[in-house]
């Protein structure tokens, strides 16, 4: 049963329970990056995300947020140099950790959310800025609870090889659940965040040093870096 003559010998590698089990642990603060997907005045999707971050602070994580007013259409006559993706990118490449906090408009994500993650490359060079990394996603509505948008961005998680957490945030009626100043009213609405954020710490201190070995993957290490580059940034299709 163990012949598998299709083995190439050189990539592959048994387990090493040393960078599984034991890596060198980093002492600083969980990086975690928020994107939330409305540009309202009064957006419900950024003040769930607000309610998060404070949340994620007490919890003792560095904790930055991506204003997306500014940022261009993908494929809108602008490339990477632009100041809002080159702010985007360079977001993504210091967390260890995303919140995507989304409305859900006609069953689905917004557009403006969908931008922000078209943005975000699935490589640079041979490096992929995604994968490894831990992601919560959340969502509100403006009627009854729901779960098209928190779907979606599962699946474009799943896609861009983050570490999804199993625990989601699914706000309805949003409208009802902040007081005039903004701030969330305590609800179970409220404890399904604090739930979330709780996980997506934990899955990040858990994860993040040894990220780089748990996505390591043998067709990979059968590649070159400049045959792997050629095939992800395939920016034609």
């Given at each position: ?87 985007l ?17 006609h ?101 993040r040093?040894?990220?780089e ?20 940034n395939?920016?034609?299709?």
């Open positions: 049963m163990s012949d598998t003559p299709q083995l190439n010998a050189a990539a592959f590698a048994a387990i090493d329970r040393d960078r599984l089990l034991t890596p060198a642990l980093a002492t600083h603060a969980p990086r975690i990056l928020i994107l939330y997907g409305s540009l309202r005045a009064r957006s419900f999707s950024r003040l769930t995300a607000e309610e998060g971050a404070r949340i994620l602070m007490r919890l003792g994580a560095e904790v930055r947020f991506f204003h997306p007013s500014g940022l261009p259409l993908v494929d809108d006559g602008v490339d990477a140099r632009h100041p809002k993706v080159r702010e990118r360079d977001l993504v490449a210091w967390s260890e950790g995303m919140v995507w906090s989304s409305p859900e408009r069953g689905a994500m917004t557009g403006l959310m969908k931008t922000q993650i078209d943005w975000i490359p699935l490589s640079e060079g041979a490096v992929r800025p995604t994968q490894g990394k831990t992601l919560a996603v959340m969502q509100v509505s403006g009627g009854s609870q729901s779960f098209n948008a928190v779907n979606q961005m599962r699946l474009l998680g799943r896609w861009m090889r983050l570490l999804t957490i199993p625990n989601q945030s699914s706000v309805a009626k949003a409208f009802l659940e902040f007081d005039e100043e903004g701030r969330m009213k305590p609800s179970a609405y409220y404890d399904r965040i604090v739930d979330v954020m709780e996980e997506l710490v934990k899955f990040t201190l858990l994860t040093d040894r990220a070995y748990l996505v390591d993957r043998y067709s990979e290490r059968r590649e070159s870096a400049v045959e792997l580059s050629a095939r992800v395939q920016s034609t299709l």
